[in-house]
């Protein structure tokens, strides 16, 4: 009896030890890229299937032009390519944050699954604001879901780089770290979507002229405004390294007039 005890004892605490063990990063990365080549897919196939017009049509009401029959499905062709966009730019920002993750707790994993389940729902997004472009309430409640999914699929991705800034000695590389460049570039990357879906999120509800168009704009520009705010981060960082310097020889160089007045002092 005291053996079997003994084996049960042992076996709880191989079982609790494995509990804790963190998760595989490459396989999280793995399940991430087929959730994201998944969800990319389906937005292909969406705009593929009801999106191209009949030949009929464009031979009897747009009398034999093709471009002038794509010309009506531009609302749709606009809103793929700014869901594309926003499924590539969330899918790079998550690639650039894994890189500098060394092990994946489960709570990052628990994260990485909330976020991927609202990166799912960016295809709903997609056939919310393609469906409803007119001028109509509806519109600016499509526009709102929109922003609330990639919101979430977003802060999701900011919860598990700050988990990974709460045991970064165990899970980041040391470069990525608080204080570091790469940690201000990073910071700055996971903060730009929820900034921004936040913010046409509160422009939906102040402005009635915000329509699916300017919408779809903004997350094509989305990309530029990445470079423009690496370039931003950049030039601060270079601008607080020149000022510490500065007040480093001011310092320095007070240090030095205080030492030859002091030496002054004691020849006299």
């Known amino acids: 009896g005291q053996r079997i005890e003994e084996e049960e004892h042992h076996s709880l605490e191989t079982f609790s030890f494995y509990l804790s ?3 595989s990063k490459e396989r999280v990365e793995a399940f991430n890229d087929g959730v994201y080549a998944i969800v990319a897919t389906l937005l292909i ?3 593929c299937e009801d999106n191209v017009p009949d030949p009929r049509e464009v031979e009897e009401k747009f009398h034999g032009s093709l471009l002038e029959a794509l010309s009506e499905y531009g609302p749709n062709y606009l809103a793929y390519f700014g869901s594309f966009v926003t499924i590539g730019l969330l899918w790079f920002v998550h690639h650039s944050l894994f890189l500098y993750v060394t092990k994946a707790t489960r709570l990052m994993g628990l994260l990485n699954i909330l976020s991927l389940a609202f990166i799912g729902g960016l295809p709903l997004a997609y056939q919310l604001t393609s469906e409803f472009a007119e001028k109509s309430h509806n519109e600016i409640e499509a526009i709102q879901v929109s ?3 990639t919101f979430f699929a977003s802060i999701f991705q900011f919860a598990i780089w700050t988990t990974a800034l709460l045991h970064e000695r ?3 590389h040391p470069f990525a770290r608080y204080g570091g460049k790469e940690h201000a570039f990073m910071f700055a990357k996971l903060a730009l979507y929820p900034c ?3 913010g046409a999120f509160f422009l939906t509800c102040l402005l009635s002229e915000f329509s699916t168009a300017i919408f779809h ?3 094509i520009v989305i990309p530029f405004a990445f470079l423009a705010l690496r370039i931003f981060v950049r030039i601060s960082l270079t601008v607080i390294k020149s000022v510490m310097s ?4 001011k310092v320095v160089l007070l240090e030095e007039e205080e030492a030859c007045l002091s030496s002054t002092e004691t020849l006299s």
Request: with cysteine; glycine share 0%; proline share 5%.
């Open 147 to 149: 922003c609330v999914i």
């Open 196 to 198: 921004v879906s936040l």
């Open 217 to 219: 704009l903004m997350q």
């Open 21 to 23: 063990e963190p998760l």
């Open 45 to 47: 196939l969406d705009i």
């Open 170 to 172: 165990e899970t980041l």
């Open 246 to 249: 500065l007040s480093r020889q």
